[in-house]
């Protein structure tokens, strides 16, 4: 046999690598394509000076709250109302908004930071599951891809991205593996993704079931740190906020009725996450019929994707719910996708798959050809909405309006953190509304609203105001026809309903 010379050798190593390489180039591609439209439209949204969305000014106002040393869980009174949310965020933004000052961009900023921590978590938790970087890169891919499908709240000044980042972050510090100090500090990280958001309580049974399975003392550790912050930290905040912190974050939250679209929001999400959920569904099949009860109960990401399904689908289907409820089921989807592949390859060949290196062509394309069906999929909610020229200048001039406003302005729908005006939100009055031991604090405050005659009363005219709030108002503000009423406000970008309505107080 003739042997090859140094050119023809070269030129099959050559065509080796191009047959390789090609295909991880595409899943690179592809992987990169939803995080560089992330970051493209965050350049767009991160410096727009009014609300995105429509309650960011609240948030930016409890933020500015904590900057001035104020309570953030006082009575509710008329000058000021949270939002039902525990205090991390506003702890941590507040920070930054002493430092830089009352603007949307800080909150934002942070925002995006946290965002881009989640899907970091998604790439190292996936990679240390499959040992390749491809797969982890796609999975990811998958958490980024949501951002239209979720309203973009990935950006905005809300607790959301925060109570992502802090969740993925105690499941990953949770390791019965390693030792009891581990436990506890897994009862911390857990504590603080409560501390983001309330529905992290919900997260708990997973990763208890998790220790107590495999080690009923870390277990014990774990509950037991998790728990006692939890108490502590709630009743030191209920305590100086004179009994109302609970009552803002857990007992209005409740009241929210179920709307009748129980199967409509299961075909959103299978929908938007087929593939996705169709591995982490083989892997739960595999994993019960090669590892057992046991091992099923014991896996904490399946149990992440479970609670994350349901509680993103629980809190949908409320009357308030949108669409930033979905965020916990598009980051369990892109982790369960990549952990549970593993399982799925070792139950279609029969015996443990081990590490996945896609060092083959056919397995690279294959994984390339299943990541673009899974954009495609995703595809379709693409519209998301950015700022243009024209936007930032309509905000502007409407700002600009403000300033020049010759007396006390209140404008429900869009709170701003200014001395001038009233910092409570229409979705406070609604909360309050549909409480019952509620309801005489805000007749209260309407009351009192009443005596002191704001000069200007502003909301939009397409989505008008709620029936609480327009009830208290409509006589005071207009002469001869009702300010618009809305018995369904929706969360409408201000980049397309700018308030522009101005109704002064007609005089005495």
Known sequence: MRPMDDATEQQLNTRARWTLGLPRIVVVLLALTPLVIFLRMVRSRLLYPFDLEWIEG????????????????????????PAPYFPLYFLLTGGLVKIFGSHFWVGRLFSVLCTLGAGSLIVYVVRKKTGDMLIAMACAAVFFASYP??????????????????????????????GRGRAALAGVALFAALMAKQNALLYYPGL????????WRKGLIFSVVFAGLTMAVCGIWHWAGGGWF????????????????????????????????????????????????????SDKWL?????????????????????????????ACAVAAGVMLPEVLSFIRGKAAGALPISKPAAAWALAFVLLTQLIAQAHWYGSEVPD?????????????????????????????????FWIH???????????????????????????????????????????????????????????????PKMFSATKTAPTKIYRHKSP
């Open 303 to 331: 149990a992440f994707f479970g609670i994350a399904y349901v509680n993103s689908y629980l809190f949908r289907v409320t009357s308030g719910g949108a669409r930033n409820s979905y965020i916990p089921v598009a980051a």
């Open 208 to 215: 208890a079931c998790m220790y107590f399975i495999k080690d």
């Open 389 to 421: 020229a024209g936007d930032y200048k309509k905000a502007r001039r409407f700002l600009s309006m403000l300033d020049g406003l010759d007396g006390t302005y209140y404008m429900p729908g869009h709170v701003l953190p200014r001395e001038n005006t």
């Open 149 to 178: 499908f979720v309203s973009e709240f990935y950006d905005l000044f809300r607790v959301d991205s925060l109570a992502i980042f802090t969740l993925l972050l105690a499941y990953v510090a949770a390791d019965p593996d390693k």
């Open 246 to 297: 609970l009552k803002y974050t857990f007992a209005l939250v409740t009241n929210d009725p179920i709307e009748k679209r129980y199967l409509l929001v299961h075909v959103w999400i299978v929908a938007q996450y087929a593939i996705p959920i169709a591995v982490a569904g083989m892997g739960m099949v595999s994993r019960l019929s090669m590892g057992g009860v046991k091992d099923f109960f």
């Open 58 to 81: 609240h948030m930016l106002a409890m933020a500015t709250r904590v900057a001035q040393g104020a309570s953030l869980y006082p009575a509710p009174s008329l000058e000021y109302i």
């Open 426 to 488: 229409e979705m406070s009055w609604r909360d309050f509304a549909k409480a019952d031991w509620a309801k005489p604090q805000l007749e209260k405050i309407a009351m009192e609203f009443r005596q002191n005659k704001v000069d200007y009363l502003i909301v939009e005219e397409k989505t008008g105001m709620s029936g609480a709030l327009r009830t208290i108002l409509n006589s005071d503000y207009q002469k001869k026809k009702s300010i618009p009423s809305s018995s369904k």
